[in-house]
């Protein structure tokens, strides 16, 4: 009787220790979280939507990409597209012959956004580091910390970008991140879209407090909760479609 008791706390420890362990998994954390929102649906799917009176079409389909968008400005109306053989403009049905840093500049920006939509889908490329920081609370809420990096080789022009994520630790919903690129910015979802299954979500994109540039994005967290931070914008999808497509 009393080898079995103890075995039964043998297993007990064992489950309690696999299961600490596994909280702090990055990896698993990120998985969780994509299965939340449903995003494997997207890896063999289209998806229509505008942003910011923009129109864009994104499909990701067996490795194969295509993303568009069209919009008008003073010249006409330009239609941008970016796929696995590199990105064109063509302006009003004609293809623009653009210069390195033009092409640099426009296809990052179309992709931003697609990235952006895409999280935490996109925590899972190739190029993607993973590391568990800390169970940290945000407005009395816990979450899961993440830094993010990306490895040289496979992570362009940004890899030496950092970024930092707050997962939920209760369903593991991603309801913060903070990043640096073009300014310290730390966004909170304001609101959610269920588009085919899929969720999305919409921010509230936030700035570094004034006279304030010292304080790196990674402690943002505690300055969003003592209320410092100065909204800058929202990020804001609309009219938004999927069409799954066959593999």
Known sequence: MRQS????????????????????????????????YQMDKLK?????????DVKFKIMQNEGKFRYERNFSDSTGMVHDILDNQGFKRTLNGKELNL???????????????????????????????????????????SYHKLEISFDQKEGGADHNDVYYYWFDVSDYSMDHFAYSAGGNRFREVIKTHNVGGVIFQDYINYQMPLNDSLTVISKYDSLFTAGKLRELSRIEFKDMRIQTLSK
């Open 5 to 36: 008791f103890t075995f039964i706390l043998f297993l007990t420890v064992i489950f309690i220790i696999s299961s600490c362990s596994n909280s702090r998994d990055p990896q698993q954390i990120i998985d969780k979280s994509i299965s939340f």
């Open 44 to 52: 063999n799917a289209s998806l229509e939507f505008t942003f910011r």
């Open 99 to 141: 210069d390195a840093k033009d092409v640099s500049k426009y296809s990052q920006s179309l992709n931003a956004v697609v990235y952006f939509l895409y999280l935490p889908l996109k925590l899972n490329d190739a190029s993607v580091i993973k590391k568990y920081i800390d169970e940290v609370k945000i407005k009395d809420k």
